[in-house]
């Protein structure tokens, strides 16, 4: 199986890199194709004799040899492996590089093709605008990729089944990585065990008849198996019980998953090298990390041009909710739940009076959802006009690309419950937990959406999760934008 394990890793790992190295190739070319761009006009309008260009070279060509250039420099130097491990240096060096080699194959080419009347000093003036533009570029990139890494968002939790030298050794794999790894604990068969450390601080916090409890009580992103499995009673009970909340599981060598007869209904199930250990891993949710960092950035990337071309918006819609309802704020933060039991607050325009929470122990009795949720079709809490006009085209919604940029939700994905909400689940609905927040996803796009018990609603999150794909996500995108133009909301 080692073999098989390690092709599989070696395929994944090979698209992760390359989609990387692509996203770092275009951001580079993009950035140089503007600093030609920009010195071409400031060549054009400068003073006196400095400014005008020459009409008889196609500055098209020009262009055209100065991306085919840039972009063999950049493949052949190969300076995007570990961009997150670099310094300021390092990337001062890299750009130096690029920009050099690729300037001087570029006048040797304009010699050698006899293209001479390209300006030395607009040459000169490309050359500083690329060397500052990249550099800033890449800057900005390692600066929020060092803070996104730091924060909370990204502290990836791990428990850890066991406490002996095998277990001690994936404390130490993981206090190595360079990932922000945060250990919750461990936890062992027998009671005696509970208590004591195991290494480097990480000490037994129970046994694993305490594992649904401190499962749940905990954000814990994946289960890690470092004791033999068939050391576990029930052990293949444990693992449904992981499986069906939607946490991922690793085991470590050895496995002895055939000899407790263990077949996932719904997680898949493959092999991965961890730190040079090869390791199984059996997750719910999907194992294409490529798709997944193309789904971030398509997010981030969504959220800066959609915030900034709707901030006039933004500004109307706050005045207005100010003109109707002058004593509140415009915004409202809420807390909320997400990623495998994250908290974080949750922003919205807001839409009722300012003591609408107070007032909902008054009208619960008139609660029209099934389920832990709350939902009637004329609120009284609701603002006249714009609250109204809010909530039936989800503008209200808007906001929460604030909570995209801070990395605690996406665009697409199961809308993030109340505490209280999740407080109520059965554990299969807790597996909607086990993939990032969104702000629309299938019951949004439902038809008579408001109609659906809790437990479809529920079920629709969880068809999302297993059925994920980046075309599911656009489409679910385009049929939001119209329920929004639609009004269907409530």
Same mark, same amino acid.
């Given at each position: 199986?080692?073999?098989l394990?390690?092709?599989?890793?070696?395929?994944?790992?090979?698209?992760?890199?390359?989609?990387?190295?692509?996203?770092?190739?275009?951001?580079?070319?993009?950035?140089?194709?503007?600093?030609?761009?920009?010195? %071409?006009?400031?060549?054009?309008?400068?003073?006196?004799?400095?400014?005008?260009?020459?009409?008889?070279?196609?500055?098209y060509?020009?262009?055209?040899?100065?991306?085919?250039?840039?972009?063999?420099?950049? %493949?052949?130097?190969?300076?995007?492996?570990?961009?997150?491990?670099?310094?300021?240096?390092?990337?001062?060096?890299?750009?130096?590089?690029?920009?050099?080699?690729?300037?001087?194959?570029?006048?040797?080419?304009?010699?050698?093709t006899?293209?001479?009347?390209?300006?030395?000093?607009?040459l000169?003036?490309?050359?500083?605008?690329?060397?500052?533009?990249?550099?800033?570029?890449?800057?900005?990139?390692?600066?929020?990729?060092?803070?996104?890494?730091?924060?909370?968002?990204?502290?990836?939790?791990?428990?850890?089944?066991?406490?002996?030298?095998r277990?001690?050794?994936?404390?130490?794999?993981?206090?190595?990585?360079?990932?922000?790894?945060?250990?919750?604990?461990?936890?062992?068969t027998?009671?005696?065990?509970?208590?004591?450390?195991?290494?480097?601080?990480?000490?037994v916090?129970?046994?694993?008849?305490?594992?649904?409890?401190?499962?749940?009580?905990?954000?814990?992103?994946?289960?890690?198996?470092?004791?033999?499995?068939?050391?576990?009673?029930?052990?293949?009970?444990?693992?449904?019980l992981?499986?069906?909340?939607?946490?991922?599981?690793?085991?470590?060598p050895?496995?002895?998953?055939?000899?407790?007869?263990?077949?996932?209904?719904?997680?898949?199930?493959?092999?991965?090298?961890?730190?040079?250990?090869?390791?199984?891993?059996?997750?719910?949710?999907?194992?294409?990390?490529?798709?997944?960092?193309?789904?971030?950035?398509?997010?981030?990337?969504?959220?800066?041009?959609?915030?900034?071309?709707?901030?006039?918006?933004?500004?109307?819609?706050?005045?207005?909710?100010?003109?109707?309802?002058?004593?509140?704020?415009?915004?409202?933060?809420?807390?909320?739940?997400?990623?495998?039991g994250?908290?974080?607050?949750? %922003?919205?325009?807001?839409?009722?009076?300012?003591?609408?929470?107070?007032?909902?122990?008054?009208l619960?009795?008139?609660?029209?959802?099934?389920?832990?949720?709350?939902?009637?079709?004329?609120?009284?809490?609701?603002?006249?006009?714009?609250?109204?006009?809010?909530?039936?085209?989800?503008?209200?919604e808007?906001?929460?690309?604030f909570?995209?940029?801070?990395?605690?939700?996406s665009?697409?994905?199961?809308?993030?419950?109340?505490?209280?909400?999740?407080?109520?689940?059965?554990?299969?609905?807790?597996?909607?937990?086990?993939?990032?927040?969104?702000?629309?996803?299938?019951?949004?796009?439902?038809?008579?959406?408001n109609?659906?018990?809790?437990?479809q609603?529920?079920?629709?999150?969880?068809?999302?999760?297993?059925?994920w794909?980046?075309?599911?996500?656009?489409?679910i995108?385009?049929?939001?934008?119209?329920?929004?133009?639609?009004?269907?909301?409530?």
């Amino acid at each position: 199986m080692a073999p098989l394990g390690n092709n599989i890793l070696s395929i994944e790992e090979r698209k992760k890199r390359l989609f990387i190295k692509w996203m770092h190739t275009i951001h580079d070319l993009t950035l140089t194709v503007v600093a030609f761009i920009l010195a %071409y006009f400031i060549k054009t309008h400068l003073p006196g004799t400095l400014g005008g260009v020459s009409i008889t070279p196609n500055y098209y060509v020009v262009l055209l040899m100065v991306v085919i250039i840039w972009f063999l420099t950049t %493949y052949l130097l190969n300076i995007y492996s570990f961009f997150v491990q670099k310094t300021l240096k390092d990337l001062c060096k890299d750009v130096l590089k690029i920009s050099i080699i690729g300037m001087v194959i570029l006048i040797a080419s304009l010699y050698m093709t006899g293209i001479k009347e390209v300006s030395r000093l607009q040459l000169g003036i490309f050359f500083i605008l690329d060397v500052s533009l990249l550099l800033s570029g890449k800057s900005i990139i390692l600066f929020f990729l060092n803070r996104y890494s730091r924060s909370e968002v990204n502290i990836y939790n791990v428990l850890i089944i066991g406490s002996k030298k095998r277990a001690a050794g994936a404390i130490g794999l993981l206090k190595s990585s360079k990932r922000g790894y945060n250990i919750v604990g461990c936890l062992d068969t027998e009671k005696q065990d509970v208590g004591k450390e195991v290494r480097d601080g990480i000490r037994v916090i129970g046994t694993m008849e305490d594992l649904k409890d401190i499962i749940l009580s905990h954000v814990v992103d994946e289960v890690i198996f470092a004791m033999p499995l068939k050391n576990i009673d029930s052990v293949n009970v444990y693992m449904l019980l992981i499986e069906v909340i939607g946490i991922k599981v690793r085991i470590f060598p050895d496995w002895h998953i055939y000899s407790v007869l263990y077949q996932p209904g719904i997680a898949s199930m493959f092999f991965e090298d961890f730190h040079g250990i090869p390791t199984m891993i059996l997750t719910a949710v999907t194992s294409k990390q490529r798709d997944i960092m193309f789904k971030s950035f398509i997010d981030y990337s969504a959220a800066i041009i959609l915030c900034l071309l709707l901030l006039p918006f933004f500004m109307i819609i706050g005045l207005m909710i100010k003109v109707f309802s002058p004593k509140g704020e415009v915004f409202f933060g809420q807390e909320r739940v997400g990623l495998n039991g994250r908290r974080f607050k949750l %922003y919205k325009f807001r839409t009722m009076v300012p003591n609408a929470e107070s007032l909902l122990e008054e009208l619960k009795y008139l609660n029209e959802a099934s389920g832990p949720a709350f939902k009637i079709k004329k609120d009284p809490r609701i603002i006249p006009v714009i609250g109204t006009i809010l909530r039936k085209t989800s503008l209200d919604e808007l906001p929460q690309l604030f909570n995209v940029l801070k990395g605690e939700m996406s665009l697409v994905g199961p809308r993030p419950p109340l505490p209280s909400e999740v407080e109520q689940y059965d554990v299969w609905q807790r597996r909607r937990l086990s993939m990032k927040p969104g702000l629309t996803c299938l019951w949004q796009i439902a038809p008579k959406r408001n109609e659906l018990s809790f437990h479809q609603w529920m079920q629709l999150d969880l068809d999302y999760i297993d059925g994920w794909s980046l075309s599911l996500d656009f489409s679910i995108l385009f049929k939001t934008a119209l329920v929004v133009v639609g009004a269907q909301g409530r």
